[in-house]
């Protein structure tokens, strides 16, 4: 199982960015992707899930209004897009694969390789 993203973005405050999640080695329908990030010196930061199987999905209130996930089932991807974006949003952006809707972060089957997220002017 390998889950690949795509690579690092630089954006301007106040732009969008896009990052996929491409699934392979494992019915792609069959696990729930989580997306999380990481900004410097701080833990790991839940922003939600997609059911890649009918495209239901839940976010973390923080992110809510600027996020969104879209799932491609045809290439087994899920992409994540953030907008308004700040600062305070430069982070290492990881996907995850859970078989379980609530599994927390510590619980994840299968992680991406992470993507760096710089916001700057």
């Known amino acids: 199982v390998q889950l690949v993203q795509s690579g690092a973005e630089l954006r301007n405050p106040g732009a969008s960015v896009k990052v996929s999640c491409k699934g392979s080695g494992y019915t792609f329908t069959s696990y729930y992707i989580d997306w999380v990030r990481q900004a410097p010196g701080q833990g790991l930061e839940w922003m939600g899930r997609?059911?890649?199987?009918?495209?239901?999905?839940k976010y973390a209130q923080k992110f809510q209004g600027r996020v969104s996930f879209t799932p491609d089932t045809s290439t087994s991807t899920v992409y994540v897009e953030l907008s308004s974006l700040r600062s305070e949003d430069t982070a290492v952006y990881y996907c995850?694969?859970?078989?379980?809707?609530?599994?927390?972060?510590?619980?994840?089957?299968?992680w991406g390789q992470g993507t760096q997220v710089t916001v700057s002017s």
């Open positions: 997609i059911d890649p199987e009918d495209g239901g999905t």
């Open positions: 995850a694969a859970k078989r379980s809707p609530i599994a927390s972060i510590d619980q994840y089957d299968y």
